[in-house]
């Protein structure tokens, strides 16, 4: 049993305990497992509940694409940044939507998501449609088929919804030429800069006061435990030179997709008319509705007159009901059923679907076919030596994860599986060489068997097809660094400490003879050791002489023409202080811009009123419509899929 628990806990066993698990997961039993009682649902929108499973998918899914856009992002950052808390208020977002917008009726038809996704140039293989290509995708992605054109099909209407409010926006003219006069105000301001660089710079600091801070800080300072780590690695590219692929191989291979690709399913265009069941049409109404427009076909009408007379999808009805080119598997099953019966230029029977009713039309077929083998060559043979890589690995695998664990050190794994071996020079526990930098490894080391005990860590899987195994050489404890080291690191410190202190006696006696004693910008400029500058034409995010300056400018009322306003201070965040006032506003243009000019800025005024307009309706709908949250359920950690909410 003890030997069972080993082999699980290793990657090897984990591979095998995937495929054992994989069949359940995208099979009919899925939806039992991750049911979930009460306990396992984070969130209640109007009813519709959002398990713990589908939040920690969904998380995981952000954090994998923010992994593919940048490969060397820090792993424990990105799990601190995206969080199971905050990924579930934006589903609850989601669902807020897609609840108001069912409320007022807007959908968004399954015909017309299976179209989006067949038009996805990501699922296109050898120029069409590949419903193995589609699958194998939204499997990666931990969803089944049907859970992405649900997705799709929510997204889609959640869109509709938010352009409701945020694309339907106005403004007037008169609101864009305040905007202009307020936006592009220029302020000119005098102000002295109190400069903590400054103050530092005339800052000395004696060897009795750096000897006694060492003395009173020395926890500060110190050198963290070092440690000389041997590590071997195992990966694909360790087999790269014993791998050779033969002509016979590439021509085998090249035969076999051939035949596979030509013995698929022919591929065929395919228009329809589709009946929908609504409040006001039952089944059985929708049925004698299709068999309407069939006998109009029958009596001479073309299709796409019918389809414009009878169709209820409306992204189809006025393109003599195109759906495109499909391929089975592309439409709901009894649509796939009841095209296989059909040849060019036949229309079905009415077929029930879960969109409504639907006469399919079959207008064109088109035979797959191969490209040359000079055009798949570079594939077959990448193709080819990574399968033979994944083999060797695999074996190796298994090779490896007994040697590391029968073995006091990790010379013998090496040498019998041809593997170098290399050690790092001393380092920190946080500061690992790139091919061990890995939150794993640093568990590792710290565990009692490689840390007390000295063995060899467990065989660990970095990512990327990477196998790391670690072993601790030796260590250093962590000790004080000598005060020669640190010196410098001191002097900065009380410099800086002693600077810090003056510049805040000046900022208290500039604050008291400005408001006590009404001094002025000069006689600050004398108490600030710095002197009166002045700055025209300060124009709204101005970096200079400072954002925090430009931001309290624009901030102050606006003084009487020809006067100035009372002196302001502002505390920088590098430690510097300014004394300000304004001296004079210039509004901003309030004349009519060009008409093409005049009409984009309209346009993007309205966008941004719009996007205020959809906030509020947001935060309407999250005091108004039912939504009960249980973040206290969520769990960190890998999540199976889930299937998502629905609406």
């Known amino acids: 049993m003890q030997e069972f628990r080993r082999f699980v806990r290793g990657p090897v066993g984990k591979v095998l305990l995937a495929a054992i698990i994989l069949p359940f997961v995208i099979s009919g039993f899925y939806g039992y497992f991750t049911g979930g009682g009460s306990d396992s649902t984070v969130a209640e929108v109007e009813g519709n509940k959002i398990t713990r499973a589908y939040v920690n998918s969904r998380t995981q899914q ?17 799990d601190s940044f995206i969080r ?26 399954d015909s017309q998501a299976a179209r989006e996704i067949r038009d996805n140039p990501a699922f296109v293989d050898n120029g069409a449609f590949s419903e193995t290509r589609f699958e194998q995708m939204v499997r990666a992605q931990g969803m089944t088929p049907q859970g992405y054109l649900d997705g799709i099909r929510q997204e889609r209407i959640s869109q509709q919804y938010r352009g409701a409010f945020a694309g339907t926006d106005f403004a007037l003219p008169n609101e864009l030429a305040e905007q202009r006069r307020l936006g592009e105000q220029s302020r000119d301001i005098r102000y002295v800069r109190l400069d903590l660089d400054g103050l530092r710079r005339n800052v000395t600091v004696s060897d009795e006061e750096v000897n006694a ?26 087999y790269a030179d014993r791998i050779e692929i033969s002509d016979e191989q590439i021509q085998g291979e090249y035969q076999a997709r051939k035949q596979m690709r030509e013995s698929a399913s022919t591929r065929r265009q395919v228009a329809h008319v589709l009946i929908a069941v609504n409040d006001d049409r039952d089944e059985d109404a929708a049925v004698a509705r299709a068999e309407e427009a069939r006998q109009a076909l029958e009596s001479g009408e073309s299709f796409a007159d019918v389809a414009a007379e009878y169709s209820d999808d409306a992204a189809t009805a006025n393109s003599g009901g195109e759906l495109g080119t499909v391929e089975p598997g592309a439409l709901p099953e009894s ?36 490209a040359p083998l000079a055009e798949m060559r570079d594939q077959i043979v990448a193709d080819l030596q990574r399968a033979q890589a994944q083999s060797m690995l695999s074996e190796d695998l298994v090779t490896l994860e007994e040697l590391i664990y029968e073995h006091a050190n990790l010379e013998v794994p090496a040498e019998q599986l041809d593997l170098p071996l290399e050690t790092t020079d001393w380092v920190s526990l946080q500061n690992l060489p790139a091919p061990i930098n890995n939150d794993q490894v640093r568990q590792a080391l710290n565990s009692d068997a490689v840390r007390e005990q000295g063995h060899n860590s467990d065989l660990l899987e970095l990512g990327g097809d990477r196998f790391v195994a670690v072993r601790l050489q030796d260590t250093q404890a962590a000790e004080p660094q000598p005060l020669a080291e640190v010196r410098d690191d001191i002097v900065a410190q ?9 510049a805040a006696e000046l900022a208290d006696q500039a604050r008291t003879a400005a408001e006590e004693e009404g001094a002025d910008l000069n006689r600050l400029a004398e108490l600030l050791n710095g002197a009166v500058e002045e700055q025209s034409g300060l124009q709204r995010g101005a970096a200079e002489p400072d954002m925090a300056v430009t931001d309290a400018a624009f901030g102050t009322p606006r003084p009487a023409d020809g006067e100035t306003s009372d002196i302001r201070f502002v505390d920088l965040r590098n430690g510097d202080l300014v004394a300000f006032q304004v001296t004079g506003v210039e509004d901003g243009a309030v004349q009519a811009l060009p008409d093409e000019q005049q009409r984009q800025a309209l346009r993007e005024l309205a966008r941004v009123e719009g996007e205020r307009t959809f906030r509020q309706v947001m935060a309407y709908l999250r005091d108004n419509l039912d939504v009960e949250l249980h973040p206290n359920r969520l769990a960190e950690g890998e999540s199976q899929p889930a299937g998502q909410p629905q609406p």
């Open 62 to 78: 952000l954090r994998q694409m923010l992994r593919q856009q940048s490969p060397n992002i820090n792993e424990s950052m990105l």
């Open 84 to 109: 199971p808390q905050m990924v579930l208020q934006g589903i609850v977002n989601e669902q807020l939507m897609i609840a108001a917008a069912r409320n007022a009726d807007m959908a968004y038809s």
């Open 213 to 238: 801070f060492y003395e009173e800080h020395q926890d500060e300072f110190m050198r963290p435990e070092q440690l000389r780590v041997r590590y071997l690695e195992l990966n694909p590219s360790h």
């Open 335 to 370: 649509l796939d059923q009841a095209l296989e019966g059909l040849s060019v230029g036949d229309v079905s029977e009415p077929v029930v679907s879960d969109a409504g009713v639907h006469l399919l039309k079959v207008e064109s077929e088109q035979k797959a076919e191969t």
């Open 494 to 502: 009380l410099r800086l400490r002693k600077a810090r202190d003056r």
